[in-house]
Every structure is written in structure tokens, then in C-alpha cells.
């Protein structure tokens, strides 16, 4: 079975303060994809990034940045120096190859910058 | 412009009473998905499409029925909607699966 947890219901944080979210996915296929989406406070939902589960590689994005470690299943997304604009739910994602477009999704985290 | 729109935005109505949520998305794309979204439950998949005429039940379909009969479009209908099904619903597309999904802007769902 497929699951993924994000543990942290909600943090705050002030501005320019680095903060990490965390996302632990179960799972016993080898391959297999990871997101992240934003949903900030107007609603929508905004992709981030996937990631197969062949890509150990550390992602960057200008202040974000995604650290993929299959030995402890986690995938967890970090943001430097945060602003007021990055307050939004994150929600961490996984897919599994021939599973045909079935999405399994964290309960999400709520991100509070403060200035 | 490239989008996955939803008919209507916020509906409230009452037990019983059927409706459908209509969502359609102009990319062509082959596969599409309903959720819907609760306070700390994240969101779920409801059903899924990777086709026309192809689609299947994601973890919590009960209650809800779909139909992929263009490309195009993948109304979700609640033919006797209950007080539990009171969420905010979101339609996603891609053009792969397991790829990034383009989401709608979500219809808000209250079921008297």
C-alpha cells in the first residue's frame, strides 16, 4: 500500500528564517514519482516539482530546495531565507508507475511567515 | 490560455437533491482526476480517467459517479448527495500519468 505523511500540521516562522518540510512516503514499488504542491491562501494549487524515485539527486529552485533520500523514504523541501509570499499549505505527493494516474497525498503542512 | 476550469465554484444544496460538478481543460490531455479536500485529510482521489470511456475508483468513490466521454470533460455527479460530502473539490489534468497535474480552482461543495 501506498501512503505519504506530512507530520507537521502547521508552522510558523519569521521572515527570512530557513524552514524545512518533511514528507515520508511508504511504498514497495522501485518506481515511482514525488511531488510537491503549493496551495496558497487563494486556494489554487501549483505544482512544484516531481521527482522519480531513480533521481536521488538534491534539487534547487532559487530559494527552494528538495532533499530525496530513498534510505529513510523521505522527501523533504526546504526554503531559505522565507518570505511573507511563501505562507501557503504544502502538500507532498506520490504516484507509482503502472498505476495509471493514482495519486496518494500528505494531510499537508501550513506554512505562517511572519514579518 | 492553457487551464482545467470548474462549473460551479460554490454550491450549496440539499440532501438528496443530485448535481454535477462539470470540468473541463483545454490541453488536450489524456488524464484527469477528482479530489476533494478536508481539514486535515489532505487530498483525496476520488476517481480517475485515463482516457475516453476509461476510468477508475480512487480511494473514496462512494457516492460519486463519473463519465469521460470527451477528452475534454470529466463531470463528477452526485446523484444524492449527503452532509459527508460537504468538502472542496478539485478536477486535475496531465498529459501523462504520473506526471505533474494542472488543477482547477476547486468548486466549494455545501450539502445541507
Known amino acids: 500500500a501506498q501512503k505519504v505523511t506530512q507530520a507537521q500540521t502547521e508552522i510558523s516562522v519569521v521572515e527570512k528564517e530557513d524552514v524545512t518540510l518533511d514528507c515520508v512516503y511508504e511504498?514497495?514499488?522501485?518506481?515511482?514519482?514525488l511531488f510537491w504542491y503549493k496551495q496558497p491562501p487563494s486556494g489554487e494549487l501549483v505544482f512544484l516539482i516531481r521527482r522519480n524515485s531513480f533521481d536521488e539527486q538534491n534539487e534547487i529552485s532559487g530559494r527552494y530546495s528538495w532533499n530525496f533520500q530513498k534510505s529513510t523514504s523521505s522527501f523533504n523541501f526546504t526554503i531559505t531565507a522565507s518570505q511573507v509570499v511563501d505562507s501557503a499549505v504544502y502538500f507532498c505527493?506520490?504516484?507509482?508507475?503502472?498505476?495509471?494516474?493514482?495519486?496518494?497525498f500528505g494531510s499537508g503542512t501550513k506554512l505562517n511567515v511572519k514579518p | 490560455e492553457a487551464q482545467v476550469t470548474q462549473n460551479p465554484r460554490y454550491l450549496i444544496t440539499v440532501t438528496g437533491k443530485k448535481l454535477t460538478v462539470t470540468c473541463s481543460q483545454n490541453?488536450?490531455?489524456?488524464?484527469m482526476s477528482w479530489y476533494r479536500q478536508d481539514p486535515g485529510l489532505g487530498l483525496r482521489q476520488i476517481y480517475y480517467?485515463?482516457?475516453?470511456?476509461?476510468?477508475d475508483k480512487g480511494d473514496v468513490p462512494e457516492g460519486y459517479k463519473v463519465s469521460r466521454k470527451e477528452k475534454r470533460n470529466f463531470p463528477l455527479i452526485l446523484e444524492s448527495p449527503s452532509p459527508n460530502q460537504t468538502s472542496l473539490y478539485f478536477c486535475?489534468?496531465?498529459?501523462?500519468?504520473?506526471?505533474?497535474?494542472?488543477f482547477g480552482p476547486g468548486t466549494r461543495l455545501t450539502v445541507l
Open positions: 490541453m488536450n490531455h489524456e488524464y
Open positions: 480517467s485515463m482516457n475516453v470511456e476509461v476510468t
Open positions: 505527493a506520490l504516484s507509482v508507475l503502472y498505476n495509471f494516474n493514482k495519486f496518494y
Open positions: 486535475a489534468s496531465s498529459l501523462l500519468d504520473d506526471d505533474e497535474q494542472f
Open positions: 511504498t514497495r514499488d522501485t518506481t515511482y514519482y
